[in-house]
């Protein structure tokens, strides 16, 4: 009777990882706001079915029809309220840019992919900044190598030392290149 694609909210409250596994609270947390998310869906599910039968009792409605229309619009209405207290107990935020998107009849992942284009022509200004800021640190050292050639070469002797200190301190400390520490993983 409804023709609505599958449940992707729900998809999504069965793929909630736990944030720690080995606590029992923040398992019984997650299983909690798994359940409650699937209420919601549920909720929501049971309201577009109420939907396409209000639709199907207007498209054809006649004076005999009014009651079980009255009575549809009733379910209808109940099943707002029970929803609305269902998505209480949930912290689901949505980005406003995409609740709009939705009202205008647009593609939500519309959203997606602006956000992912802003990205990247972001990320393109920032490489074009420090390309640029290589380019004059190249020409400034090849302007004061011409001039001061020893005092160059001492500041490359005092850069290739502390890279090498930098590097050995980083290596000691278990800590990868991007800052990240190592996590030794248990067997």
Same mark, same amino acid.
């Given at each position: 009777?409804?023709?609505?694609?599958?449940?992707?909210?729900?998809?999504?409250?069965?793929?909630?990882?736990?944030?720690?596994?080995?606590?029992? /609270?923040?398992?019984?947390?997650?299983?909690?706001?798994?359940?409650? !998310? +699937?209420?919601?869906? @549920? #909720?929501? =599910? *049971?309201?577009?079915?109420?939907?396409?039968?209000?639709?199907?009792?207007?498209?054809?409605?006649?004076? /005999?029809?009014?009651?079980?229309?009255?009575?549809?619009?009733?379910? !209808? +209405?109940?099943?707002? @309220? #029970?929803? =609305? *207290?269902?998505?209480?107990?949930?912290?689901?935020?949505?980005?406003?840019?995409?609740?709009?998107?939705?009202?205008?009849?647009?593609?939500?992942?519309?959203?997606?992919?602006?956000?992912?284009?802003?990205?990247?022509?972001?990320?393109?200004?920032?490489?074009?900044?420090?390309?640029?800021?290589?380019?004059?640190?190249?020409?400034?050292?090849?302007?004061?190598?011409?001039?001061?050639?020893?005092?160059?070469?001492?500041?490359?002797?005092?850069?290739?030392?502390?890279?090498?200190?930098?590097?050995?301190?980083?290596?000691?400390?278990?800590?990868?290149?991007?800052?990240?520490?190592?996590?030794?993983?248990?067997?």
């Amino acid at each position: 009777m409804d023709s609505t694609p599958p449940n992707s909210v729900s998809a999504a409250a069965s793929s909630i990882p736990n944030a720690n596994s080995s606590g029992a /609270a923040a398992s019984d947390a997650s299983d909690d706001t798994k359940q409650k !998310l +699937v209420q919601v869906t @549920d #909720s929501i =599910q *049971k309201t577009l079915g109420l939907l396409h039968q209000l639709y199907l009792t207007v498209s054809s409605y006649n004076v /005999a029809s009014q009651l079980p229309l009255l009575q549809r619009l009733n379910a !209808l +209405v109940a099943e707002l @309220d #029970s929803m =609305q *207290k269902l998505a209480e107990n949930c912290n689901i935020q949505v980005p406003m840019e995409v609740v709009n998107l939705i009202d205008d009849g647009k593609n939500p992942d519309e959203f997606t992919r602006d956000v992912l284009n802003s990205c990247i022509t972001k990320n393109q200004i920032t490489k074009g900044k420090t390309d640029a800021f290589k380019s004059l640190r190249k020409h400034l050292l090849e302007e004061l190598e011409q001039t001061f050639p020893d005092d160059v070469e001492t500041y490359r002797e005092i850069r290739a030392t502390s890279a090498a200190e930098s590097k050995r301190q980083t290596q000691s400390q278990n800590v990868l290149p991007n800052g990240d520490a190592k996590v030794k993983t248990e067997h």
